[in-house]
């Protein structure tokens, strides 16, 4: 693992702005017999975001990918924790060791998050330009002349018409679509290098989920920061991505260049789920579906966590957990197929009902 904390200054102008490794979310899972079981909720997840890049993390819920997300900013809700030997590094820092003030001047700062939904993350008795003009009083040394001006200019930029009146009212006053801008708004405002945003369409209409993705990718473009955003929706990735990681049961099991996942998945998890998405033209009357769903931490099938729902399953899958394998340039999966690529072919080729 390459991190800024090297010496080389070239290597540390090409370390990732974010750098993952071995991470591991455990909650207490206690029985009577034994109140000391835990059990693994994020297990020996790794990845890298570059400066500027734009990274996909999907999967169902429940597979990981928003606990994922919240240890990014060290906020795991109790009695949830990141187990030791797990490593987060952003931008040089590491976020698990770093004391409450420097990850209070990061948060916000350098790195910001968008939730899902913006009104139970918005304060319902301030206004929304008073929420937006808190994060420039905390971080800079603005009067509040310039901090009330740079607020009503950012909601301008994310697109908020007659911005001034807007910034005055209160969240409840305010459109889902509207208030998700003012979230995303308070993101920015800091120009952070890193905003994570977690499923930040799913409350909305599809006309403004469109827009809202179209805001994120032209903020991205203009202000060159990297994107991290967590979705179950694959037609979300290929609009947004240009890397993709695909979480199941707390696990990476497929990582790749967004064209290399949509052209040539490896695997059958990823596979499922491309299978899923609607198709204009498809005039079959329903959708292809993984069946089943993705089981608790606490109940994991033996060997491969895909094994119970997957249709390639044999019997090496019941025995062994498959490790994540490189499978092409930047490209990684983990399955056993991909060391018995017979199989692969022997199923792809099989007559089905
Ligand atoms: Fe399916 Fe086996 Fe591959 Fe797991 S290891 S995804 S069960 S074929």
Same mark, same amino acid.
């Given at each position: 693992?390459?991190?800024?904390?090297?010496?080389?200054?070239?290597?540390?102008?090409?370390?990732?702005?974010?750098?993952?490794?071995?991470?591991?979310?455990?909650?207490?899972?206690?029985?009577?017999?034994?109140?000391?079981?835990?059990?693994?909720?994020?297990?020996?997840?790794?990845?890298?975001?570059?400066?500027?890049? !734009?990274?996909?993390?999907?999967?169902?819920?429940?597979?990981?990918?928003?606990?994922?997300?919240? !240890?990014?900013?060290?906020?795991?809700?109790?009695?949830?924790?990141?187990?030791?030997?797990?490593?987060?590094?952003?931008?040089?820092?590491?976020?698990?060791?770093?004391? #409450?003030?420097?990850?209070?001047? +990061?948060?916000?700062?350098? &790195?910001?998050?968008?939730?899902?939904?913006?009104? =139970?993350?918005?304060?319902?008795?301030?206004?929304?330009?008073?929420?937006?003009?808190?994060?420039?009083?905390?971080?800079?040394?603005?009067?509040?002349?310039?901090?009330?001006?740079?607020?009503?200019?950012?909601?301008?930029?994310?697109?908020?018409?007659?911005?001034?009146?807007?910034?005055?009212?209160?969240?409840?006053?305010?459109?889902?679509? &509207?208030?998700?801008?003012?979230?995303?708004?308070?993101?920015? +405002? &800091?120009?952070?290098?890193?905003?994570?945003?977690?499923?930040?369409?799913?409350?909305?209409?599809?006309?403004?989920?469109?827009?809202?993705?179209?805001?994120?990718?032209?903020?991205?473009?203009?202000?060159?920061?990297?994107?991290?955003? +967590? =979705?179950?929706?694959?037609?979300?990735?290929?609009? &947004?991505?240009?890397?993709?990681?695909?979480? %199941?049961?707390?696990?990476?099991?497929?990582?790749?260049?967004?064209?290399?996942?949509?052209?040539?998945?490896?695997?059958? %998890?990823?596979?499922?789920?491309?299978?899923?998405?609607? #198709?204009?033209?498809?005039?079959?009357?329903?959708?292809?579906? +993984?069946?089943?769903?993705?089981?608790?931490?606490?109940?994991?099938?033996?060997?491969?966590?895909?094994?119970?729902?997957?249709?390639?399953?044999?019997?090496?899958?019941?025995?062994?957990?498959?490790?994540?394998?490189?499978?092409? !340039?930047?490209?990684?999966?983990?399955?056993?197929?991909?060391?018995?690529?017979?199989?692969?072919?022997?199923?792809?080729?099989?007559? #089905?009902?």
């Amino acid at each position: 693992m390459t991190t800024a904390a090297t010496c080389d200054p070239t290597t540390a102008r090409e370390a990732p702005l974010l750098d993952v490794h071995a991470l591991q979310i455990v909650f207490p899972a206690g029985t009577r017999a034994d109140p000391s079981l835990e059990a693994y909720a994020v297990d020996g997840v790794s990845f890298t975001v570059a400066r500027g890049e !734009s990274v996909c993390v999907v999967g169902e819920s429940g597979c990981g990918k928003s606990l994922t997300a919240l !240890s990014l900013l060290r906020l795991v809700p109790p009695p949830g924790r990141i187990a030791s030997g797990s490593r987060i590094v952003f931008d040089g820092d590491d976020i698990l060791t770093l004391d #409450r003030e420097r990850l209070r001047a +990061i948060r916000g700062q350098h &790195m910001a998050m968008i939730f899902q939904e913006p009104m =139970t993350a918005l304060n319902p008795v301030l206004s929304v330009g008073e929420q937006i003009a808190e994060v420039l009083r905390v971080h800079t040394t603005l009067s509040r002349a310039d901090r009330w001006a740079r607020t009503v200019a950012m909601l301008t930029q994310v697109g908020i018409a007659d911005a001034a009146t807007r910034a005055k009212q209160y969240p409840h006053e305010l459109s889902g679509g &509207m208030r998700q801008r003012v979230m995303i708004a308070m993101a920015l +405002i &800091m120009s952070p290098k890193l905003v994570i945003a977690d499923e930040p369409t799913t409350a909305l209409d599809v006309t403004i989920q469109a827009q809202i993705l179209e805001l994120l990718r032209d903020l991205r473009a203009r202000t060159g920061m990297a994107l991290l955003l +967590i =979705t179950h929706d694959l037609g979300v990735v290929a609009e &947004m991505a240009s890397r993709v990681i695909v979480m %199941y049961a707390g696990r990476v099991v497929e990582e790749a260049p967004v064209q290399a996942l949509f052209a040539a998945p490896r695997h059958p %998890y990823t596979k499922g789920l491309l299978a899923a998405i609607p #198709r204009l033209g498809d005039d079959s009357d329903r959708l292809l579906t +993984i069946s089943g769903s993705v089981p608790p931490p606490t109940a994991l099938p033996s060997g491969c966590a895909f094994r119970d729902r997957c249709p390639q399953a044999f019997a090496r899958c019941a025995t062994e957990e498959p490790a994540l394998v490189s499978v092409g !340039s930047a490209h990684r999966a983990r399955c056993h197929l991909i060391d018995e690529p017979q199989r692969e072919t022997a199923w792809a080729e099989a007559p #089905r009902a």
